[in-house]
């Protein structure tokens, strides 16, 4: 009976080693389960370059590494050429992409490009557009307010204020630019409007306030040539505008996290894509002054992000 008992004893110790051996030998990925689908995801910016989207960017990145998507991103031959945006999002659809981020050149035209087209599921950043699954941005509400709110506060009552709305086509940078106006005319301000901000439309001007990073690079270039320079206010954040904030050439910022940004809507669109519910992100906007830029509140939203 001993010699049985010790038999069977032998036949276990060896049934555990084989198993050993095998989960060694099997890979990883079969133990836990197939991995999840590699999603491709789009992005579709307005502007000819990305530039001035790289710390968005960044965080689009890291979304992608965490998520296991991949990231394919694309410009405009022609500055916020809407018809050809709508173009290439059809292209990626026939492409087989899974989802698309898009920073919209004409929020209503896509809008009603999406209302009978469902071929791949869209985000939008910056703007809303109706029929999009989700939309990540800052309140643009609040950004008006704030860059009005501080020039009001520099300003003399009656001085000449523009409004530069660099892409009129985009609902958000046109609800900051609206937002902006009703607060100035409540001061007594009559601030004009105009598309431009090159050096012959802003000289003049005490006060020039600009809804979005690109246009606020172009105003910083015109006033630099300007023997009188107005003072500049603006939206978003680039290298150039933080070091333009660190020398006076930016009076004062409406910031918010690019970088959360950017991750959100990469991850809303792979939820998009999976079958999940995305969810509107909106992220609240502060407003950092001249000479602030080292605060250490201000540190997160104004500079990249290493990881």
């Known amino acids: 009976m001993k010699r049985e008992h010790h038999g069977w004893q032998m036949i276990v110790l060896m049934l555990l080693a084989a198993a050993m051996v095998?989960?060694?030998?099997?890979?990883?990925?079969?133990?836990?389960?197939?991995?999840?689908?590699?999603?491709?995801?789009?992005?579709?910016?307005?502007?000819?370059?990305?530039?001035?989207?790289?710390?968005?960017?960044?965080?689009?990145?890291q979304a992608a590494e965490d998520l296991g998507a991949e990231l394919r991103f694309l410009t405009l031959s022609q500055e916020n050429d809407s018809a050809q945006q709508i173009q290439l999002l059809r292209r990626q659809a026939e492409?087989?992409?899974?989802?698309?981020?898009?920073?919209?050149?004409?929020?209503?035209?896509?809008?009603?490009?999406?209302?009978?087209?469902?071929?791949?599921?869209?985000?939008?950043?910056?703007?809303?557009?109706?029929?999009?699954?989700a939309w990540v941005g800052p309140e643009n509400e609040t950004v008006g307010r704030l860059l009005a709110g501080q020039a009001i506060q520099d300003l003399p009552a009656g001085s000449r204020v523009l409004l530069v709305n660099g892409c009129p086509g985009s609902a958000g940078v046109t609800a900051r630019l609206e937002s902006a106006r009703t607060r100035l005319e409540q001061a007594g301000f009559a601030p004009e409007v105009c598309t431009a901000a090159d050096t012959e439309t802003i000289s003049g001007a005490k006060a020039v306030l600009c809804f979005d990073a690109g246009t606020l690079e172009q105003a910083v270039s015109?006033?630099?040539?300007?023997?009188?320079?107005?003072?500049?206010?603006?939206?978003?954040?680039?290298?150039?505008?933080?070091?333009?904030?660190?020398?006076g050439g930016v009076r004062a910022l409406a910031a918010w996290s690019e970088y959360a940004q950017g991750y959100l809507a990469v991850s809303q669109a792979v939820a998009a894509a999976r079958g999940e519910d995305p969810q509107d992100q909106s992220l609240p906007v502060t407003l950092v002054q001249e000479g602030e830029t080292y605060d250490p509140e201000h540190q997160k939203l104004l500079y990249p992000v290493s990881h």
């Open 22 to 61: 095998c989960s060694l030998l099997v890979p990883e990925q079969l133990l836990d389960g197939p991995a999840p689908q590699r999603m491709e995801v789009s992005i579709l910016i307005r502007q000819t370059e990305s530039g001035v989207w790289s710390n968005a960017r960044q965080g689009m990145e």
């Open 222 to 247: 015109a006033s630099a040539v300007l023997e009188q320079p107005p003072r500049l206010y603006g939206a978003g954040v680039t290298d150039a505008i933080v070091a333009q904030l660190e020398n």
């Open 95 to 133: 492409m087989g992409v899974d989802a698309a981020v898009v920073v919209p050149a004409d929020s209503q035209a896509l809008a009603e490009h999406l209302a009978d087209w469902r071929e791949l599921p869209v985000v939008t950043m910056e703007s809303p557009a109706q029929g999009a699954e």
